[in-house]
């Protein structure tokens, strides 16, 4: 027959198989609100059996259970949903971006308001037009200049935010690859420490939590592909190049562009683009957002102020009325970086002529040497409503419009990019949420689920205890009371 102290034995499996359960369940429960933590489960299955020996076995050896022992502590986590998080998470990092880039612009735009640049640009039409009805009015002719003036400015304010915003978002490009290279450099140093370990039999399930959370943080700023290696190590790619191989990491470093004056992100010091995530919408922001609608606004700048100085040159002032002269052929706007009377050539270099800021006879506002004309004022006041032709100029409209619709289709396409990129953020953020919510199912720690286990596992503890008390009491009576019979 088998030895009493079999019993002993297969009770300690049980009680130490409880109480590693019960002890990663308090994991579990101290990790709820941890980021990135995926709960833990100890597996448990029977240990091997040995044959039941007797006088009185038959020939076909029985099997004596021997208890129960702790296989390994299983991180539940679904690789799947951890693969679909990362390549929608790309791509809600790029929208989010985008969002963020547009919102910016139409803040300094500020359309429609009553502080906007199309505001102003009606103003300074109203102003001429005013002036039209009084030609000899000084005050007429001081709105007229003040207004001018103001739709210089406003030009220069819009376009200089919108550099500002240009080079700010360089910058973030700049911080942005010092993210990634320290992320590398982390998922580098966590392989190594996973490496130090899993080939000794141990399963370093919190240091995997670790680097999934540096991994999921990598996935919103660019296109990556992790990829399983050996002894627990990943190995990451980014934008289809060896990113972190091993427990070794390519440096990514943000270099300065002598031609463009802006960052080049490098991978182990060749260019890289950024096709998705966040850096993508950064660079495409800076490099394409953010140049198209400054060259639009250069467009409108430009045009503008060469219609109305066409129109002004051609026209009398009340200097060259009392000096008895021809058109002085006097520019109303010259360039703010240029010497001499040249055209504005950029929103930002818009300046009222200074000899017009000197004196408002200088102002041109009839066709003829007459004081009371008023036909130059009518004119430039018309070129709100005037249809410009389309040109083949660097700076020339592509399509015919007038001034005030083709700011409008600027602004327009603005709030266009606005809302497609705020749908796309919008559809992203919940597909993320869902997956997230998905992988929290599997992975995320249930405070119930874990207490209903502490019971479970403290019941089947207690049970094994006893199972060695009552195998304790046994023993006594074999070794401390038989054979005192009559004693």
Do not use: C
């Not at 933590?37 to 004596?64: C, D, H, V, W």
């Not at 003040?146 to 400015?153: P, Q, V, Y």
């Not at 399983?228 to 943000?254: C, K, L, W």
């Not at 495409?284 to 002004?312: G, M, Q, V």
């Amino acid at each position: 027959m088998r030895s009493t102290f079999h019993g002993l034995e297969v009770a300690k499996r049980g009680i130490f198989a409880q109480q590693t359960a019960l002890n990663t369940t308090g994991h579990n429960i101290s990790n709820a609100n941890t980021e990135g933590y995926t709960r833990q489960r100890a597996n448990m299955e029977a240990t091997t059996g040995i044959p039941y020996p007797g006088m009185f076995a038959s020939k076909e050896p029985g099997i004596l259970g021997t208890g129960v022992q702790v296989t390994d502590l299983q991180r539940l986590r679904e690789d799947f949903l951890d693969l679909q998080y990362r390549n929608e998470n790309k791509t809600l990092g790029y929208w989010e971006q985008r969002v963020d880039a547009v919102n910016k612009i139409e803040q300094i735009m500020q359309e429609p308001s009553d502080t906007g640049l199309q505001k102003v640009m009606d103003q300074m039409w109203q102003a001429w037009q005013d002036l039209s009805k009084d030609p000899t009015s000084s005050s007429a002719r001081a709105v007229v200049r003040e207004r001018s003036t103001a739709l210089a400015e406003t030009f220069s304010g819009i376009y200089t935010h919108l550099q500002t915003i240009q080079n700010d978002f360089d910058n973030v490009v700049g911080v942005k690859a010092a993210e990634i290279n320290s992320l590398g450099q982390q998922i580098a140093h966590v392989n190594k420490m996973i490496n130090d370990v899993v080939p000794h039999g141990y399963t370093p399930n919190d240091l995997y939590d670790q680097r999934d959370v540096l991994i999921d943080k990598l996935s919103k700023l660019t296109d990556i592909k992790v990829v399983q290696a050996d002894n627990g190590m990943v190995n990451v790619t980014m934008e289809g190049r060896d990113f972190v191989t091993g427990y070794a990491s390519t440096p990514v470093a943000a270099v300065r562009n002598g031609a463009t004056g802006f960052y080049d992100i490098t991978l182990g010091g060749a260019t890289l683009v950024p096709t998705q995530g966040t850096m993508a919408g950064l660079v495409e922001a800076r490099d394409k957002l953010l140049p198209e609608t400054l060259k639009r606004l250069d467009d409108l700048a430009i045009n503008l102020t060469k219609e109305i100085n066409e129109i002004h040159k051609t026209g009398y002032s009340l200097t060259d009325i009392q000096n008895g002269t021809g058109p002085s052929n006097l520019p109303f706007f010259v360039d703010a970086t240029i010497v001499g009377s040249a055209n504005p050539t950029g929103a930002n270099k818009i300046k009222v002529n200074p000899a017009i800021l000197a004196s408002l006879d200088a102002i041109a506002v009839g066709k003829q040497s007459s004081v009371g004309n008023n036909e130059n004022a009518l004119a430039i006041a018309s070129i709100k409503f005037k249809i410009i032709p389309p040109g083949t100029g660097p700076n020339d409209f592509k399509e015919a419009t007038t001034m005030d619709d083709f700011y409008r289709n600027m602004v327009g396409q603005i709030g266009i990019y606005g809302q497609e990129a705020a749908r796309n953020e919008k559809n992203s953020e919940t597909i993320v949420g869902m997956v997230e919510n998905q992988r929290q199912s599997v992975s995320g720690v249930s405070i119930d689920e874990e207490m209903s286990n502490l019971v479970k596992y403290q019941h089947a503890y207690n049970a094994a205890a006893r199972a060695i008390t009552s195998t304790d009491e046994i023993l006594d009576k074999v070794i401390n009371g038989m054979g005192r019979v009559g004693l």
